[in-house]
């Protein structure tokens, strides 16, 4: 069961998309939910080089960031505070980069909510997907939930599972079916490979599971080579409202983030990804 939530919070459309998920599975599942925002205040080695006669000016500009960033962090808090309306939340104001900050706040939680565009203040967004999130994904104890701009809260629809047999997905199906992020909503479970058969071999054991566990789950399987492409297809039609993966190896759905058609999934799903490794 779902018990703690982390979100990491910007002022991009996705933060705002992922604090709204958030705040609708806390909500749900009367998890507790920590919104964390990043404070990026001015550092200064100890031996930088500082011109006579600039330490004043270094002073009164430092002064002026932080006051900057304080506001800027007081204003997401307000939003995220009408936004959670009934759902209570602590706030967590983090001061180191943000892949570090968030990796060791979210040590704490079952999970960490971030927005796909979010650049927390420090980074751009290539292709619409945050560097921060890999090293996440890397080096995070925690599985992470990728929410795109503008995404709509959906009620209904199944949750989609892509599982190929790894390890990665075998403990992404795992703590999906312990977390259960949303509830008992229904899961089906697609796999890709060389045959049909062979496919729907590995769905069925991912269903079985989850199965067992006292979840709906249906399985299936396809013949192909572009796994990515038939998830997308999938998600798409089903109106999913959640994608589970697993990530960290080297081929079929094992290419998150080290391959075009992982990045394809992050960057393109129509949905909040659940990924864990």
């Known amino acids: 069961m779902l018990r703690s939530i982390l979100v990491a919070l910007d002022d991009t459309p996705g933060a705002r998309s992922a604090r709204d998920f958030a705040v609708t599975m806390a909500r749900q599942t009367k998890a507790s939910l920590t919104a964390a925002v990043i404070l990026d205040l001015p550092h200064t080695a100890e031996d930088e080089a500082t011109p006579i006669g600039g330490y004043a000016y270094k002073e009164r500009r430092d002064a002026a960031r932080i006051a900057q960033a304080e506001k800027e962090a007081e204003d997401i808090i307000a939003a995220c505070t009408a936004a959670a309306e009934d759902v209570p939340f602590d706030v967590l104001h983090l001061i180191d980069a943000p892949e570090p900050a968030l990796r060791a706040a979210s040590a704490r939680v079952d999970m960490l909510v971030i927005g796909r565009d979010s650049t927390l203040g420090q980074e751009q967004a290539e292709d619409g997907l945050a560097p921060t999130i890999e090293g996440l994904l890397r080096h995070g104890a925690r599985p992470l939930l990728v929410v795109p701009p503008g995404m709509p809260l959906r009620t209904a629809g199944p949750v989609l599972i892509g599982y190929d047999g790894s390890l990665p997905c075998m403990r992404a199906v795992q703590l999906y079916a312990q977390l259960r992020p949303l509830g008992n909503a229904p899961v089906k479970v697609v796999s890709v ?4 058969k062979a496919a729907q071999e590995l769905a069925d054991v991912a269903c079985a599971y989850l199965i067992g566990q006292g979840l709906t789950a ?18 798409s039609a ?5 994608l589970v993966i697993g990530a960290f190896e ?4 094992r290419q998150l983030l080290r391959g075009s ?3 394809k999934l ?3 799903a129509p949905c909040p990804i659940f990924v864990a490794h």
């Open 261 to 263: 058609a992982t990045r």
């Open 218 to 235: 249906e399985a299936h399987g396809s013949q192909g080579d572009h796994p990515a492409d038939v998830l997308l297809s999938e998600a």
């Open 266 to 268: 992050l960057t393109q």
């Open 250 to 253: 080297t081929s079929s759905l």
């Open 238 to 242: 089903l109106h999913a409202r959640m």
């Open 193 to 196: 490979g060389a045959t049909a």
